[in-house]
């Protein structure tokens, strides 16, 4: 395996808790440098003092074009260049389409498919500048699947496999040698299922979190998709907890 994490300068969306954190933790520990965001700014204090050095953070709502590109900014202005962005921010409530959650319907899709949309138009253009670079997207089981009440979570994954895969086929046209990886977990520990209004489907939900998995099981794939050489492009991950069935 290569040793290709190493002062790789990385940038994290949703830092502050699951799997966003984890990584970070994990990233920091083989040697990369980090640049991480996420709205609540007291949390990525706490998650920088932990670190210590080679981290910089910026409270960042992804569903702010602006704030998205400022954070890229930030990698470049502090460590020159970008070598990774992983779009993790995301949330999960569920419904049933004929409730007509109409506020959480954007919420969800500004955050889990617009958000991806601006890291990938903000941070793309250093990475050919380059000629190097990594996208990687979480997506979900959800982006393979579809389940009752998560009608509009699955949308937003399956749409973000799909602006996934049409990155990596442009780039490779492009020969802009930037990598893409579609990461798909299944249960996993983390605040996810908190932000879940509808008391019934959380519940239901809840049922199949029973064997959830740490989050850091999902930092360590993000390290294998991250550690091969560059001319290996690890395209698309699922993982799941072993007795996990849907
Ligand atoms: P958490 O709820 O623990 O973490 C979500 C992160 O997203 C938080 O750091 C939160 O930070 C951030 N976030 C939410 N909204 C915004 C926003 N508008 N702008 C910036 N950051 C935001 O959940 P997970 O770690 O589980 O989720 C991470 C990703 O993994 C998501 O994309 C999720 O869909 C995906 N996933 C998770 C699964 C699971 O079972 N847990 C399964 C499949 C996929 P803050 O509130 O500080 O902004």
Not at 25 to 52: F, M, P
Not at 69 to 91: C, K, M, P, W
Not at 232 to 239: K, Y
């Amino acid at each position: 395996m290569a040793q290709n994490i190493k002062d790789k300068v990385i940038v994290i969306t949703g830092a502050t808790s699951g799997i966003g954190e984890a990584s970070a933790q994990l990233l920091h520990e083989k040697g990369a440098k980090l640049v991480l965001g996420a709205r609540r700014i007291e949390k990525l204090e706490t998650v920088q003092s932990d670190l210590k050095d080679r981290v910089v953070i910026q409270k960042t709502d992804v569903t702010k074009p602006e704030e998205v590109e400022s954070l890229i900014q930030l990698a470049l202005s502090e460590y020159g260049r970008i070598d990774v962005l992983i779009n993790n921010a995301g949330l999960m409530p569920q419904s049933f389409l004929g409730d007509n959650q109409i506020e959480e319907w954007n919420q969800t899709i500004d955050v889990n498919l617009k958000g991806v949309l601006y890291g990938i138009g903000a941070a793309v253009p250093a990475m050919r500048e380059n000629k190097s670079g990594h996208i990687i997207n979480i997506a979900s089981i959800a982006g393979h699947q579809v389940n009752p009440g998560g009608a509009v979570y699955c949308a937003t994954k399956y749409g973000v496999r799909a602006l996934t895969e049409a990155l990596r086929q442009e780039e490779a046209i492009l020969g802009t040698n930037i990598r893409t990886t579609i990461v798909s977990p299944g249960a996993i520990d983390t605040e996810l299922l908190d932000h879940i209004t509808n008391d019934e489907l959380k519940e239901g939900m809840a049922s199949v979190y029973e064997d959830a998995i740490k989050p850091e099981e999902i930092a360590q794939t993000i390290v294998t998709a991250i550690d091969t050489d560059e001319s290996t492009a690890i395209n698309e991950l699922v993982i799941r907890p072993t007795r996990q069935i849907p």
